[in-house]
């Protein structure tokens, strides 16, 4: 009995701050989020990634293992997601992120945080970092089939890492004051992206049609592979029940950022319709794999 209060106490946070930003965006559908999508950015998320990897007890080798983990994990989406286009005769490129990009940032990371607590918070990071490198990288490139190195020059999140990185590498010991403030636009950052994800579920555009499909590829095939390779590897602990619920997570919606800047309107209406249907999907998934992270990895 104890283990179903605590997946309650994990997953009801999060999702009573998405549902204020739902509630939010119907009662008020102008409301501006670009405020929070441009702190995320350029402030919050470079912050949480410093804050996380660095402050929470992560070593370099546990973190750099999980980097090697996180693609080894992103490898086995894509074979996943290229199978499942290709029988939907989709485009095997652009609409390819939503499938092997998953929400790790926005749900991930509170979820893995309310789960294993600080400790499962930096192996969160570690596997959200990978992800994020590859929006701005992979991501890019596939939804507009031309790889732009600006952009990754231009991203605060990818100099956070590298920052994280070399304070692991060395073993360097974060001034207070910085582990303070980075702590404070951490938790900021969790709760604003959050509720943003909220609102924006109900701008975006949904359609059962195909979308079904990818989404049950993305919240349940995800989870599969990774307990593959958890056995391959013969990995445990909190790490390997971080890395479980991490491959849970529904599609990102910064999948449908990226494609509407760069792909055509018919691939952007599909990659929202599948992130709208794989999020309402992992309501169901997400507990089921939480109970199974937390009886099985501990």
């Known amino acids: 009995m104890d283990l179903y209060f605590k997946i309650f106490e994990v997953i009801f946070p999060v999702f009573f701050v998405i549902g204020i930003g739902y509630y939010l965006g119907k009662k008020n559908p102008k409301i501006d989020t670009n405020f929070i999508t441009d702190f995320a950015g350029n402030i919050g ?67 893995c945080l309310f789960a294993y607590g600080t400790q499962g918070l930096g192996v969160a990071s570690a596997i959200a970092s990978v992800i994020i490198l590859f929006h701005f990288t992979l991501g890019i490139f596939l939804a507009k089939k031309k790889f732009s190195f600006d952009v990754v020059v231009k991203s605060p999140p990818v100099y956070a890492i590298i920052i994280s990185i070399l304070f692991l590498y060395f073993n360097l010991e974060v001034p207070v004051f910085l582990e303070n403030t980075t702590f404070l636009l951490t938790y900021a950052t969790i709760f604003l992206v959050l509720m943003s994800l909220g609102i924006a579920l109900t701008r975006l555009k949904f359609s059962l049609k195909d979308s079904i499909i990818l989404a049950l590829g993305r919240v349940i095939l995800g989870p599969i592979i990774c307990i593959l ?64 992270a937390l009886k099985y990895f501990n």
Do not use: C, H, R
């Open 229 to 292: 390779i958890i056995n391959k590897f013969d990995l445990n602990g909190f790490a390997a029940g971080v890395l479980l619920i991490q491959s849970a997570m529904p599609s990102a919606v910064l999948t449908y950022l990226v494609g509407s800047m760069y792909s055509p309107k018919k691939v952007v209406d599909s990659i929202a319709s599948t992130i709208v249907t794989s999020t309402l999907m992992s309501f169901i998934t997400i507990p089921i794999v939480v109970f199974f």
């Open 45 to 111: 998320t470079p912050a949480m990634i410093f804050y996380t990897v660095t402050t929470t007890g992560v070593t370099f080798a546990v973190f750099t293992s999980y980097l090697f983990y996180a693609l080894i994990t992103i490898g086995g989406f894509s074979i996943i997601g290229l199978i499942l286009l290709f029988i939907l005769k989709k485009d095997l490129s652009m609409e390819l992120p939503p499938l092997i990009l998953p929400n790790t940032g926005n749900m991930g990371i509170p979820i």
